[in-house]
C-alpha cells in the first residue's frame, strides 16, 4: 500500500481519517484527476495538519471531486483510498519527491483507479454529468395501447453511441500530464468522462451502452505484466515494441499535455520510466534512452510540421514550441521545450535500434566514453532523478557547417509529393522564410527550427542517420546546443 491513505470511516458514522501504512496490505482505491484552481482552496495534507488528519476528516472540508470519490468507493465496498493532494505531504519538498518516485507502486497496486474524466478541476466533482445530447431519445410507439387505453411506449430510440468511444480523449483528464502516467499505471479504471462512463482494464473497454473493445496489440508495462499472468496470445514486449511505444504513443501524448508546475516535467512520469528501464535497459538521460540515443534525439515539432500531413489527419489544436524558463533540461531534450513533439521525419519509417548488428552504416554518431558505450560522463541523470536541467553529450561525428535559407513554398511541396509526403498548402501553415531565390540543386537539406524565433542563417548539421540530423549551433568556446532537425537530401 501507499505510504499513507485515507481510511474511510466504515461505518458512515465515522469520521475518514488519514492513516499511515506501516506495511498494511489491504485493497484500495487510487484517483486520477485535474487539480485546476481549486486544488489550492481545499483542506490539503500539510506538515502543520498531519496530525489533526490522522484524528478525522470533516468532509465538508474537502472539494467535491474527493467526497465523491470517498462516496464511490464505500459503495464499491472498500475501506481505503489514495487521493494525492491528502496523502503526499504539500509543500514538502522531501516527501514531494520521495512519493512522486512511487506512483508505479502507488497506482499499479491500486484495486481500481477513478478517473475523474469530465471534471476540469477538484471542485467540480464527476458523478454528475452535464452533457446534453444533440437530441433527446424519442419513444417508439408499439402502436398498441395497455388495458388503461394508453399507448405502450416502452422502447426509446436515440442517437448512435459509437462516437463515444472517439471522444475519451477530449475529456478534461486528457490535458493533464501526470494523468497519462496514471493511466498507463492503473490495472483498472472506472473513467467518467463527459459523454460516458466506461470500465477499462489492460485487456479490454467496456462502454456504458454494452459495447466493448478488446486490445489484441497493447503494450505492457513488465510489472504490470507480471501482475496480470500469462494471458493466451499475448507475450511480454520487447525493447524495442517498448522504445517504439515510448517514441510513438507515451511522448506524442504527454507533451501535448500541461502541467501545473513546469518543473514536474521528469517527475510526472517517471515511474513509468523506472518500469520501462527494466526492459530497455541503460540510462535515462533527460528524457531519452541512451541505449537507443541516435534515435530519441530525432524529435521535431509537430506544430511547424503539421502543413506536411494527410489534410484529413492534419491536428487543428496544435500551438507553437517555446522555449522552457527557466530550462528544465538540456536543449537536446525535448523536455527543454513546451509544446507538442513527435518524433522521427516520416512516421511511415520503422528505424532499426541503436546499436544496429549487421549494419554499421545505420547510424552516423556514436559515444565518445567507455568503449563507445557511454554517451556521458555525468552520473546526475537516470530515471529516479527528477531535476536535469543538464546533461552534456560527448559524441562522435561529423558537423557540416552550414546556411539555412528557403526555397519557394510550391517547390518544396513538390518535393514532399514526389517523396510520397501528402502534402498541403496553405499560407498561414507554411514556415516563414529567411529569403528566397535559393537554386533548388544547392539545397542539402529540409530543416525544422524548434523554435521559430531562433531561426538563424548560419548553422552547424551533424546527421545521426543516413537522412536525418540535428540543426546546431555553438556561441564562442561553449557547447553546442541544438535548433532543430533536418531531412538530409545529399550529403
Known amino acids: 500500500m501507499p505510504t499513507r491513505v485515507i481510511a474511510l470511516g466504515i461505518p458512515s458514522t465515522k469520521l475518514p481519517r488519514l492513516l499511515v501504512t506501516n506495511g498494511l496490505h489491504e485493497p484500495y482505491v487510487t484517483l486520477s484527476y485535474c487539480w485546476g484552481q481549486g486544488a489550492t482552496k481545499s483542506l490539503m495534507l500539510r506538515d502543520e495538519n498531519l496530525e489533526s488528519m490522522q484524528e478525522g476528516i470533516h468532509e465538508n472540508n474537502l472539494a467535491k471531486t474527493y467526497c465523491e470519490t470517498l462516496q464511490v468507493a464505500r459503495d464499491l465496498g472498500f475501506l481505503y483510498t489514495w487521493i494525492d493532494t491528502l496523502c503526499i505531504l504539500q509543500e514538502n519538498k522531501c516527501d514531494s519527491e520521495y512519493e512522486s518516485t512511487r506512483m508505479g507502486e502507488v497506482y499499479g497496486n491500486a484495486s481500481l483507479t477513478l478517473v475523474a474524466a469530465r471534471s476540469s478541476d477538484d471542485m467540480s466533482g464527476f458523478l454528475r454529468n452535464d452533457f446534453n445530447p444533440v437530441a433527446d431519445p424519442c419513444p417508439f410507439p408499439y402502436g398498441k395501447a395497455d388495458e388503461n387505453g394508453h399507448e405502450i411506449n416502452g422502447l426509446y430510440v436515440g442517437l448512435d453511441r459509437a462516437w463515444f468511444k472517439d471522444t475519451l480523449d477530449l475529456d478534461p483528464v486528457k490535458t493533464r500530464g501526470w494523468c497519462l502516467q496514471e493511466a498507463e499505471l492503473s490495472r483498472r479504471t472506472l473513467i467518467y468522462g463527459r459523454n460516458g462512463v466506461s470500465f477499462q482494464c489492460k485487456t479490454a473497454n467496456f462502454f456504458e451502452d454494452e459495447t466493448y473493445k478488446f486490445y489484441h496489440k497493447r503494450v505492457f508495462l513488465p510489472s504490470l505484466e507480471a501482475a496480470l499472468g500469462p494471458v493466451p496470445g499475448r507475450r511480454p514486449p520487447d525493447g524495442l515494441e517498448l522504445l517504439n511505444h515510448w517514441y510513438a504513443g507515451v511522448l506524442p501524448d504527454y507533451t501535448a499535455s500541461a502541467l501545473t508546475n513546469r518543473s514536474d516535467i521528469f517527475a510526472a512520469i517517471a515511474s513509468l520510466a523506472k518500469l520501462a528501464k527494466q526492459t530497455i535497459g541503460g540510462r535515462y538521460l533527460a528524457g531519452a534512452w541512451e541505449s537507443d540515443l541516435p534515435r530519441g534525439l530525432l524529435w521535431k515539432p509537430r506544430y511547424q510540421t503539421r502543413w506536411m500531413v494527410d489534410p484529413s489527419k492534419t491536428e ?176
Open 316 to 491: 487543428t489544436n496544435l500551438v507553437p514550441l517555446r522555449r522552457s524558463r527557466p530550462s528544465q533540461a538540456p536543449s537536446w531534450s525535448w523536455a527543454a521545450v513546451e509544446g507538442p513533439i513527435s518524433h522521427g521525419w516520416d512516421n511511415r519509417k520503422r528505424w532499426p535500434p541503436y546499436p544496429t548488428e549487421g549494419r554499421p552504416d545505420a547510424f552516423l554518431v556514436r559515444p565518445a566514453h567507455q568503449g563507445h558505450t557511454r554517451w556521458t560522463t555525468q552520473d546526475s541523470c537516470d530515471a529516479d532523478v527528477l531535476y536535469m536541467p543538464r546533461c552534456e553529450l560527448q559524441m562522435h561525428g561529423r558537423l557540416r557547417r552550414l546556411r539555412s535559407t528557403a526555397i519557394p513554398q510550391a517547390r518544396l511541396l513538390d518535393w514532399y509529393r514526389e517523396q510520397g509526403v501528402k502534402a498541403r498548402q496553405r499560407p498561414d501553415d507554411l514556415p516563414p522564410q529567411v529569403r528566397d531565390g535559393c537554386p533548388f540543386n544547392q539545397v542539402m537539406a529540409f530543416g525544422v527550427f524548434d523554435i521559430a524565433e531562433e531561426l538563424v542563417e548560419n548553422i552547424w548539421a551533424l546527421p545521426t542517420t543516413r537522412d536525418l540530423g540535428l540543426i546546431l549551433d555553438r556561441k564562442e568556446d561553449r557547447p553546442f546546443h541544438r535548433l532543430g532537425i533536418f531531412h538530409l537530401l545529399n550529403l
